[in-house]
């Protein structure tokens, strides 16, 4: 088989100029998570099989990349199905192995546990600019903690990071699963169609309401619930306040306790905020995970089409792995949405140490080259960053890479020294 | 298919205490590598199984992990053959993704070109005590500088690395491979079983110069030859300059080159280096992998029997991908094991900032809430860390096992301050 040069479909070699901003996101994202209590764990990449198939995931179970059984356990000849040849896969998101993860290591580990984990995940999707089948997620999780001071320590963690990465005047919306099912049931949908309504429903910020109302219909829904159902949304762009208007609205389909919450929230986060930021009740956010229970977010920037990060409440996903229930509460930042932004604002990572070239003529050995090594290591332990490389046929040419790298000293080394 | 608690065999959950010294020894390996002008690149994990199966990774081609072929070009059922189901694997090593990396975008990086990668690598190898089926990397290469000049960069950087995370008495031994060819060649050995003849020269260290003896004899190699090779190894025992002595007594079997080249790395590396180690040349250093061309070179540590990361030099491999050779030199931290020994010596991360614990009554919501999450706010910006969350039943235990995440500070907040 011939070698390739490029990467794998879908994937992409990350170059010095990207890597430099990753690291300094990273670095930031860890500090400032950091001061909010939340520790760093690792799962491995690969998961049984079993576990990424377990119809938590959604869309993302489609497009696993799956991994073959190994030695006597493979039979490729006689094998009939996918099932006989595989035996794990690598993560399509960082939420499953969390909490197969906790679900093994609960009696090691605090509660309430703040998990922070940063790591690759994968999943075979069509490429497309932009969207790589290997990508970088970043997530924080709350396990343990049944009250709202989850979602509020959550959001200001995220905010606070962003603010610190330079991200002003962006949008983290916020709503409630429960909300959702409570103005579908009062509505008149039946239960079982809630999925299919909220998949219309999430299309809204791009067909309008109208269109909304169109694909219902077109549904087969009862004109009366989708009347009604807009009615809502009517009503909610003329209210002051969504949550009142809806709680008010809705009457005993919604329990008060999630009005509640959900406004605690609010006022928590708009009262205690670091950064330049607001927080949006919206009641048209969905969010795709079948896994969410309660309150749901993402954040919304105006640079960017789309959201850049999201999250929300799985209070059952636990009990799954363990026969018992942990509240559990997430949000993941779009790393990767993150870095393309700041690359297209032409951002420049902040504080870098001097940088320094000593470019040393062919012919040096010996001695002179160890006098010229021991001046880098000096510098270096002074803090200088020094490279010391060999000076090339071009030096005009090699200067100005090096001044592109960074480089902004120079130091030539030559074997007679009246050449300098 | 039920779910699975525990991680796919061979494979490994990080918990906190552990990730808290790997965040850290990573934060110290980019820090000082980058002092030495390299900078951070990243493939991906997934690579073209033929880049994977190219003979160069000697034993790790048996123990890759591979990926299933998805959609329409899979075809389980009319599959004979590995080869019809599969079309890329996860890399067990960074070399060769790197050596991809290269021929990919050298018309973007600079010459010579100075890689500093760090991620995980995956083998499919029995699972044993302290060895997993994914861990770190953590490698430097240099491609592109033909001259010493490469090896003696990534000595220094590397030993400066380890003598910042507090490691010392270290040795790091060298050899070269038209050595180790020269010293066969001489006994006259036939080329074709140079390879056999190293694989029990690597073994010195366990079984012994008679060892070495025995089983070259049980190979069926000549006495002649058997004697000749081992009187090498017992005038090196009595050498005071191994290499010098070698020089003299193979002639013109060893390239005048190869010495001095060598002798230059040792010099300058004792002249220059700033951590506390020696640096030894060792006639029996073989280093398993196949691609090595020139110098090769493994660090030994007092406190762990057998290696703790190595490297060499491999002038041939970018030629494979691209047509044309490129220098190339490349030097390995072995992670896992320094996380190890960092482990067991009871190793704390230096410098840390102070961390503080809020606890909250249940009933505390609304205003008071939002006046604790401020003061918490407040302190992060200032640069401690600080927890909030809500006091447990037990909210000794509790305390108690705060404390031992490193919390040396509480506060307690009631809904009925008198409580206080």
Known sequence: ?????????????????????????????????????????????????????????????????????????????????????????????LTVPLVRFYSNNAAQLPTPFKALQMGNVWRAERPQRGRYRQFMQCDIDILGEASNLAEIELILATTTTLGKLGFKNFQIRINERRILKAMAAYSGFPEESYDGVFITLDKMDKIGLEGVEKELLEDGFEKGCVDKYLSLFKGLSEAKDGVRYLAETLGEFL?????????????????????????????????????????IFEIAMPEFGGSCGGGGRYDKMVGKFTGSDVPACGFSIGFERIILLLMESGFKVPVRPKQVAYLIEKGVGGDELCGVIAKAQKARQDGTKVLVARMNKNKKFQKEQLIKEGYEEFEEFYKNPLKQ
């Open 1 to 93: 088989m011939a070698l390739s040069k490029k990467p794998v479909t879908g994937m992409k070699d990350i170059l010095p100029e990207e890597m430099q901003i990753r690291d300094y996101v990273i670095s930031v994202i860890k500090e400032t998570y950091g001061r909010f209590g939340f520790t760093s764990i690792e799962a491995p990449c690969v998961e049984n099989i079993a576990n990424l198939s377990n119809r938590q995931g959604g869309e993302n179970e489609k497009l696993i990349f799956k991994i073959l059984k190994r030695g006597e356990k493979l039979n490729v000849e006689a094998a009939e199905t996918e099932e006989d040849v595989v035996d794990s896969g690598l993560r399509y998101d």
């Open 255 to 295: 329990e008060p306790e999630v009005e509640q919450s959900l406004q605690e929230i609010i006022a928590s986060v708009r009262a205690t905020k670091s950064s330049d930021f607001e927080i949006v009740f919206d009641a048209t956010l969905v969010r795709g995970m079948s896994y969410y229970t309660g309150t």
